[in-house]
């Protein structure tokens, strides 16, 4: 995976419900600061925020990167 650039932010919309889903999926949303559906958060791109995404693919989906 390539560095980030400095500053650089992702957002991140939630599309899935945490309804259902194992209690680490929805400790995972609650610390990307999503918690309802359809919110969005933008955050600093680091590598522990892509892990994060990627541990949740299925519930969110990337808004925008710059």
């Known amino acids: ?4 650039k400095k500053g650089a932010t992702i957002t ?3 599309i899935g419900s945490p309804i259902r889903r194992p209690a680490e999926q929805r ?3 609650i610390g ?3 918690n309802k559906m359809h919110r969005r958060r933008t955050l600093e791109d680091t590598p522990a925020v892509r892990g994060m ?3 949740v693919h299925h519930l969110v989906r990337i808004v925008d990167e710059s």
């Open 53 to 55: 995404i990627r541990k």
């Open 27 to 29: 400790q995972t949303l």
């Open 32 to 34: 990307l600061g999503l």
């Open 1 to 4: 995976m390539a560095e980030s």
């Open 12 to 14: 991140v919309e939630q």
